[in-house]
C-alpha cells in the first residue's frame, strides 16, 4: 500500500532494494579528494562525482528505479515525464533500457543541446514534444496527457521511488569514505535527493550532517522551512535550472524540514565564479546546480575546519552556449564589471580622452553602445568596463564625475540593467 505523504520516510531496506534494482545501469562514481579544496579549508574535502554518471548527472538513479517499479500493464502504456534537462535524460535511457515507451514534455525554450541528447539516449523508445515557455507549463501539458492516455507520469522529484533511487548515493559514500563523514552539502531543487540521503543516512550514520543549498534566486525549499509549510514562490531566478523550481515536493518537504542540519542559498554570481574555477584549475567541467555545493563552503569553512566533508557534485550537463553569461555573472558578483550610461562631449577627441585619462591602466572597455540622436552638448553612451580590482571602481567614478562624463551608474537599477546581462 503507497504510503500517504504526511507518513512517508524512505526506508533503509527500500534504499538497498533500490541499488540493487539500478545497479546495471547506475554506476558507482568516485568519490575523489579536493587538494584545492581541502587546502583552503583545512578540512577533508571530497567530491562525489555524479557528472561522470553515463546521463550525465544522478537522475539516472531515481528515474529507472521508478520505472523498474511500475506493474507490467503500467510499462505497457507507457511512462510521462516533464523536465527541462538531466531528468529527461534520465527517463529517456531508463525507457529504451527497459523497452518502454516514454513521451517527454520539455519547454519550448531548451537549449538543442539538452533536446538532442535527451532523444540520443531514448532512441527510437521515446518522444519528445516541447511545450510552453517554462518548466510549469511542460509539467500541467504531461499531466494533462497523463490522465487522457492511462499513462504513468514519472515524477523529477515528489515521488517515494524515485527518492529511494536518488538515495542509493548515500549507500556508495558510506561504502567509500574512508572516515565518518561529518557533512554532507547537497544542491536542493525539489528535494529528492536530500529526502533520499536523509534517508540513508538517519539509519546508517546519523550523526553527519545533511546541509541543503539552493540557488539564492530559488530558494523554495528555505522558505518553506523558515514558514513550517510548503510554499509556491510566485517567481524565482531559473538560471541555475538544475535546482530552480517554484515549489519543492509534498514528500519532500517534510523530510527535509525535519532532518536537514541547515538549508542555505548561495548567489548564482558565487555559483558561477565556481564553475570557472573548477574548469580553470581542476580540469571539471561542472552545470551550475552542479556547483552549488561547493559555493557554499566558504559560508561554512569555520564550521567544517578539521572535519570530513562530503560535496556532491550532481551533474554536468552544461551548454557551452552559456559560458559568456557564466562568466558576466561572476565578474557581476565579484564587483569586477561595472555598466554606466556615459556622457560623451560633442567634440572630437572625447572617446581618446575618456579612454586615456578616465580609464584606469587596467580597465577594459568591454560593451560600446552608442548613437548620436540629437545636435546636444553631450551624447550617452552605454559602456561596459571590467575592472581588475574591485577597490578600482570609486576612483573610476570620481574621475567621470570630475571630468564630466559620467551619466548614471546601471548595476544597481535592475529594470534597465536586465537588458544588458
Known amino acids: 500500500m503507497k504510503e500517504t505523504v504526511a507518513t512517508y520516510f524512505p526506508q533503509i531496506a527500500d534504499i538497498y532494494e533500490a541499488a540493487n534494482t539500478i545497479k546495471l ?39 529507472f ?43 519550448a525554450v531548451t537549449p538543442k543541446q539538452k533536446i538532442d541528447q535527451t532523444r540520443m539516449f531514448g532512441g527510437d ?21 497523463c490522465s487522457q492516455k492511462d499513462k504513468t507520469f514519472v515524477h523529477p522529484f515528489d ?14 559514500l558510506l561504502n567509500q569514505s574512508k572516515e565518518p563523514i561529518d557533512y554532507i552539502f547537497v544542491a536542493v531543487g525539489g528535494g529528492g535527493l536530500a529526502a533520499g540521503l536523509c534517508g540513508t543516512f538517519q539509519a546508517l550514520s546519523p550523526k553527519t550532517k545533511i546541509i541543503g543549498i539552493e540557488p539564492e534566486g530559488a530558494p523554495s525549499m ?49 555559483v558561477c565564479q565556481t564553475i570557472l574555477d573548477l574548469y580553470n584549475r581542476d580540469a571539471i567541467v561542472v552545470e551550475p546546480a552542479g556547483a552549488l555545493t561547493i559555493a557554499a563552503l566558504d559560508d561554512f569553512k569555520n564550521e567544517i575546519k578539521g572535519k570530513t566533508v562530503v560535496c556532491i557534485v550532481s551533474g554536468s550537463n552544461n551548454d557551452i552556449t552559456r559560458t559568456a553569461e557564466i562568466k558576466e ?16 562631449p560633442q567634440r572630437p ?27 546636444r552638448e553631450n551624447a550617452p553612451a552605454v559602456v561596459g568596463i571590467e575592472l581588475k580590482s574591485s577597490e578600482d571602481l570609486n576612483p573610476l567614478i570620481e574621475r567621470m564625475k570630475t571630468n564630466n562624463f559620467f551619466g548614471d551608474y546601471l548595476n544597481n537599477k535592475p529594470d534597465l540593467f536586465q537588458y544588458l546581462v
Open 349 to 375: 577627441g572625447a572617446l581618446k580622452e575618456f579612454v586615456a585619462d578616465i580609464l584606469g591602466p587596467d580597465d577594459d572597455i568591454t560593451h560600446f553602445e552608442y548613437s548620436k540622436k540629437s545636435s
Open 65 to 107: 528505479n521508478k520505472i523498474s517499479s511500475l506493474t507490467k500493464e503500467e510499462l505497457k502504456n507507457g511512462v510521462v515525464c516533464a523536465s527541462a534537462g538531466n531528468h529527461a535524460q534520465g527517463v529517456a535511457f531508463a525507457c529504451n533500457h527497459l523497452g518502454v515507451k516514454g513521451t517527454i514534455y520539455m519547454p
Open 159 to 172: 515521488d517515494a521511488k524515485t527518492i529511494e533511487g536518488q538515495a542509493t548515493i548515500g549507500l556508495e
Open 329 to 344: 555573472r561572476a565578474l557581476l558578483y565579484g564587483n569586477l564589471k561595472h555598466y554606466f550610461i556615459v556622457r560623451f
Open 222 to 270: 528555505k522558505i518553506s522551512i523558515e514558514k513550517g509549510e510548503l510554499v509556491e514562490l510566485p517567481q524565482i531566478d531559473k538560471f541555475i535550472d538544475g535546482a530552480a523550481v517554484q515549489k519543492v515536493g509534498e514528500y519532500t518537504f517534510p523530510i527535509c524540514k525535519d532532518y536537514l542540519h541547515k538549508m542555505e542559498t548561495v548567489p548564482e554570481g558565487k
Open 25 to 63: 545501469v547506475a554506476g558507482e562514481t568516485p568519490l575523489q579528494q579536493s587538494i584545492r579544496y581541502s587546502k583552503k579549508y583545512d578540512a577533508d574535502i571530497l567530491l562525489k562525482r555524479e557528472d561522470l554518471q553515463r546521463v550525465r548527472s544522478y537522475k539516472i538513479r531515481g528515474a
Open 125 to 145: 523508445w521515446i518522444k519528445v514534444v516541447l511545450e510552453g515557455d517554462t518548466f510549469d507549463d511542460s509539467q500541467k501539458a504531461a499531466k494533462l496527457f
